[in-house]
């Protein structure tokens, strides 16, 4: 059972807007601003998409954006591609540790 | 470029001990904290250890506290997992990861060393 909780799967068309939420506590997640977001292709390392809840780092197309709420972050990617499908996964430290989420499977339809 | 190459996975029996590398490149070495995060088969991330930059602080998750320790060669540009008692439930691809201490985030990742552990 993995520290972060987040739905197992999500999909949509292609130009189409989607969102992963993460929930932990007060903890992890609502206790600092260090969210972090990470891509995974099949077979390869995960890649950071965000960091700080909502900072994208330079190379990473804007269509990705990260917020925050109490103990539940958000990825939302915008204008989705096929090249979107992979799994997501959310991060937070947490005092002298980090936690990440079960991993979400992203799906282009 | 930045790149973080690990090694030394491979079958090992419970119980038995196993020591992963970790080459760095691309940036200076001895300026950043160093992860290992494990990923079992199907299954999700789990951060394992963390190691300072100079090695004076180190941090391990419940699950290995006690039978793993972490350590780095700055003079080698070097990350180490050394992996004692291990169980079945090590088994896992084990990734290095670039840590930044400000936002606490992991920004460059290897392609991971497969660990089997089984008899």
């Known amino acids: 059972q993995s520290a972060l909780t987040q739905p197992p799967s999500a999909s949509g068309s292609p130009g189409q807007s989607i969102t992963i939420s993460c929930t932990g506590t007060?903890?992890?997640?609502?206790?600092?601003?260090?969210v972090s977001w990470y891509q995974q292709h099949p077979g390869k390392g995960p890649q950071l998409m965000i960091y700080?809840?909502?900072k994208r780092p330079s190379g990473v197309p804007d269509r990705f954006s990260g917020s925050k709420s109490g103990n539940t972050a958000s990825l939302t990617v915008s204008g989705l591609q096929a090249e979107d499908e992979a799994d997501y996964y959310c991060?937070?430290?947490?005092?002298?540790?980090?936690?990440f989420g079960g991993g979400t499977k992203l799906t282009v339809l | 470029q930045v790149q973080v190459v690990e090694s030394g996975g491979g079958v090992v029996q419970p119980g038995r001990s196993l020591r992963l590398s970790c080459a760095a490149s691309?940036?200076?070495?001895?300026?950043?904290?160093m992860n290992w995060v494990r990923q079992a088969p199907g299954k999700g991330l789990e951060w394992v250890a963390v190691?300072?930059?100079?090695?004076?602080?180190?941090y391990f998750a419940d699950s290995v506290k006690g039978r793993f320790s972490i350590s780095r060669d700055n003079s080698k540009n070097t990350l180490y997992l050394q992996m004692n008692s291990l169980r079945a439930e090590d088994t896992a691809v084990y990734y290095c990861?670039?840590?930044?201490?400000?936002?606490?985030?992991?920004?460059?990742w290897g392609q991971g060393t497969l660990v089997t552990v089984s008899s």
């Open positions: 991060s937070s430290y947490a005092g002298s540790r980090w936690v």
């Open positions: 700080e809840v909502n």
């Open positions: 990861a670039r840590y930044r201490y400000s936002g606490s985030y992991f920004d460059c």
């Open positions: 007060s903890s992890d997640i609502g206790g600092y601003n260090y």
């Open positions: 190691i300072w930059y100079d090695g004076t602080k180190k």
């Open positions: 691309g940036f200076i070495f001895s300026n950043y904290g």
